[in-house]
């Protein structure tokens, strides 16, 4: 995992100052304590509003991107977990998009636009 974020960090242009530098966080440092709120926060791709794309994109990879990412982001910036999990519906929208399946799932409780 190491190797993963010195690639990722080498992109960052900050000359003398690593305060862009990402911290690296693994699986167990996030998901202990928030990944049965992060899985049912994701879960919501097995919803009807995305079902018609299930046989275009499987969704569980999605599912557990979301996990991660959700509660990476639960243990950083608390306050931005939705917007972390619509950042993550909105990938997999993209990609239905992408492979001719149009989905309408935002709402006023979800994600709006």
């Excluded at 919501?44 to 995305?50: A, G, S, V, Y």
Aim: with cysteine.
């Amino acid at each position: 995992m190491k190797k993963v974020y010195d690639f990722a960090n080498s992109f960052i242009y900050s000359p003398g100052n690593t305060l862009c530098k990402s911290d690296e966080i693994t699986i167990g440092d996030t998901c202990d304590e928030n990944e049965s709120e992060a899985g049912k926060l994701c879960s919501i791709l097995d919803t009807k509003d995305f079902e018609a794309c299930h046989s275009v994109v499987d969704p569980e990879i999605f599912k557990k991107m979301c996990i991660l990412d959700v509660c990476a982001t639960a243990v950083k910036a608390p306050l931005l977990v939705d917007e972390t999990r619509c950042a993550m519906l909105s990938l997999y929208s993209r990609q239905c998009s992408w492979n001719n399946t149009e989905l309408t799932w935002r709402s006023e409780n979800l994600c709006r636009k």
